[in-house]
């Protein structure tokens, strides 16, 4: 395992003391690095280019007379899928970690790009070059906090790698695409995990300690396709709240402004995406996007169930009702929120009308809090797609 140390063009550029996305900076690591020299070009905060890198990494970008490419981007197909044998302690059934020990093991690769924790605290990202199984396996586990990924870049150039894979989110990728001609490599793979609403460490403990009966005992949570925040403890027990009863008049402060600013929510440029949103309740979404991510896929497919996605109810009403809940900070009686949630999981939308109910709520949310808070950036900032997305909704004027 490659861990990060300075590099010697980073010195004069005091790496992480310049923070040029300012307060939109999502912390994705390339300021930490000598590769600062291309923020301006290569940040998503600062300079929006998804269809140019889609056209780059994808030979196409979005068909925007396709709503499935509006919210779904470039892809050759989709599919819902489970792990025959589960990887013990995985936060779902290990796809990822499977399909990164795969391409290590047989020398696809030299190296993984992920994320493990530091040993005093779980949830605090540790980003890694990890060189064996062992190291890929224990940065399973998602950390919901701002990670800088891209800060063992230096580390890339310095190792004398030509093959490698990197784990990561849009920020992250959007920039990594950017600069990826820069690092000398004959042959990057990108693997990513759809993300949206990461925290600050002490906003998550704050998210935690706020919505959880037993904050300190969380080993992983997710929020899951039946409404309900799933959190797992230490003990296997699985703690659910719902939705609609979270106390966002307390926590909705605790989002990154660059969470907040986000349109990526798909990880538009990974050759291969695996996540959850768009599959049924215990199943895995997985995005093929090129062939790249398809020659990632084939080596897992004999250890993968798989089925077609499926698509059921409309989400837009809940979606408009969920524009002034979180705007004006609305949180329902325990009661209430619980009794809302189950009829919503019973007739609500599921697997890709999901996915796309998820992706609506947090578009309009954040393209609200770009026209309040950075009106400069508006027309520039939101792209095509999340517009079109947006415009299906009534906004609040102001």
């Known amino acids: 395992m490659t861990s990060i140390t300075p590099h010697t063009k980073a010195k004069a550029l005091k790496p992480g003391s310049r923070r040029p996305a300012k307060e939109l900076c999502s912390e994705c690591g390339l300021c930490d690095t000598y590769y600062i020299h291309y923020v301006k070009e290569a940040c998503a905060f600062l300079n929006q280019q998804i269809s140019e890198l889609e056209e780059m990494a994808h030979g196409r970008s979005r068909n925007l007379d396709d709503e499935n490419d509006w919210y779904f981007g470039v892809h050759q197909q989709m599919m819902a899928a489970q792990k025959k044998q589960p990887i013990e302690g995985a936060q779902w059934t290990g796809i990822v970690s499977t399909i990164a020990c795969e391409m290590l093991t047989q020398g696809l690769v030299e190296g993984v790009v992920c994320v493990q924790n530091t040993k005093e605290d779980r949830f605090q990202p540790m980003p890694v070059i990890a060189r064996t199984t062992e190291e890929i396996l224990a940065a399973k586990v998602n950390k919901p906090t701002l990670s ?3 800060s063992i870049l230096e580390e890339i150039e310095q190792s004398g790698m030509k093959r490698l894979l990197v784990i990561g989110v849009g920020c992250q990728i959007q920039a990594l695409r ?18 949206v609403d990461n925290v600050t460490r002490e906003g998550l403990q704050k998210f935690l300690e706020t919505t959880s009966k037993s904050p300190e005992t969380i080993v992983h949570y997710e929020f899951m396709q039946d409404f309900r925040v799933h959190f797992k403890h230490e003990d296997g027990s699985i703690e659910k709240v719902p939705f609609f009863g979270l106390k966002t008049n307390k926590i909705k402060d605790i989002f990154a402004p660059s969470c907040m600013s986000c349109f990526d929510y798909v990880n538009s440029l990974a050759d291969l995406v695996v996540g959850y949103m768009g599959a049924e309740f215990g199943w895995q979404w997985i995005m093929v996007r090129n062939e790249t991510g398809q020659q990632m896929l084939d080596l897992v497919q004999d250890q993968i169930n798989t089925k077609p996605v499926i698509s059921q109810g409309n989400r837009k009403p809940a979606v408009q009702q969920s524009i002034p809940a979180y705007d004006q900070g609305v949180t329902l009686p325990m009661w209430a929120a619980k009794l809302m949630g189950v009829v919503i999981d019973r007739i609500g939308p599921k697997g890709l009308e999901y996915a796309r109910f998820s992706i609506d709520s947090h578009f309009t949310r954040n393209y609200l809090y770009v026209k309040r808070n950075h009106p400069e950036k508006l027309d520039d900032h939101v792209p095509e797609y999340a517009k079109r997305i947006v415009n299906q909704y009534q906004l609040p004027k102001s």
Not at 178 to 195: D, I, R, S
């Open 148 to 150: 800088p990924n891209l």
């Open 178 to 195: 950017a600069v990826e001609k820069e690092l000398g490599l004959e042959k990057l793979y990108v693997l990513g995990t759809p993300c």
